[in-house]
């Protein structure tokens, strides 16, 4: 038994790879989320193909629903160079259900799929990998698998998504942390792995659409999470160092600072807030999905011009309508003053409230934030990549392991 500070999924991983290289007994660590379920049989054969295979190869499993538990819904994953955005393998789909479609009756699942790497729900790497290209970055959560296997990729390490390996875990389609506190990470950390390895001149497309995203967010009155992206960006221009200095600390910032805004203040109880008005709003009826980019423009100019407008009578006392999380579209929300939205599992609702000096506060610094990173792009790609061999080594994290012991009674 281990103990350590809570240094997220990151530094639980980075534990492990460094025990199980130190202790050199083992060919293998075994990479696995605390909440899935895994068949020994699956273990047996990633590791029977990882010692058959020809180079030390990255041998990951694939992700089945823990609810629908014939739904397969990852079989390989990839990083899309230009976007640096996480998906599908080409040629390779999401939330396949053999309940559904057997394999002899679906032609796709008969390809090979090249991924760039594995989800670390399950995931087997050989030490002797480890020992080369060092632990994960210290970036808590999200990113940390795939920029370790994108890692390994360009060290001439191939990840193999094995068919007839596979775990059970609750599927990320029923959940969205990209809108609470995780925010922070999966910008912070996407930044910080394009930095690290995007051939692409300012990352590609990355700049531009994290700026889209935060208009978003800014028309769905989703205050809050602008907010935190916009910390994920002032973090990665101070450099890498504070990737290790706040890993231990950041989490408690970060969910004590979106408080302030009201989008972030959940209710498990609907009860709790007042009641929503009888009639929705008349402009709400005729929101639909935009079709091309002329209607998606429309609708965001439209949206920005009423985000600048004093907010209805009455929106902060009642909220005109109470929606699901499937229903809390921008284009739909664009069109409110106030709305209860319930989150995507369902378990709790918060009462998201327009706030045009927020919108034009928040909206100027996600501007200038944005500008600033692009304008420095190449010169903090530089930094994080001479920087990289250090902050992933096992001795700058065996620091790292150490420190976040040092508030515990008794701790050296």
Known sequence: MIEQGNIGGSGGFSRSMDETVRAGKSD???????????????????????????????????????????????????????RWWWGNAPNTKSRHDFGRRN???????HRRADGDYNGWWMCLIPTRIIAELGLALPIFIKWDDAEYGVRARDRGYPTVSLPGVGCWQAPWTDKNDALDWNAYYHLRNRLV????????????????ESLERQLQALLSMQYSTVALRALAIEDVLRGPAHLHADIGTSLARLREFRLQYADARGEADLESFPPPRRRAPEAVKSSTTPTNKVNLLTKAASGTIHQLRRPRQGARQRPQMALPYQDASWWVLVKLDSAVVSTADGTSAAWYQRDPRLFRSLGLRSIVLHARL????????????????EFTSPERWRETFAASLGDRPGAL
């Open 28 to 82: 293998y660590v075994l990479l696995s989320d605390d909440d899935v379920e895994i068949d020994p049989e699956g273990i047996l054969r990633a590791a029977t193909f990882a010692d058959l295979a020809r180079t030390p190869t990255i041998v990951g499993g694939q992700m089945f629903s823990r609810y629908e538990r014939s739904v397969l819904h990852a079989f390989a994953e990839a990083v899309a160079p230009y």
């Open 103 to 109: 394999l002899r009756n679906t032609p796709w699942l």
């Open 374 to 389: 692009r304008r420095r792009w190449a010169r903090l790609a530089a930094e994080y990549r001479a920087a990289a061999p």
């Open 193 to 208: 792995a394009a930095l690290l390895h995007s051939p692409l001149k300012h990352g590609g497309s990355l700049v531009p």
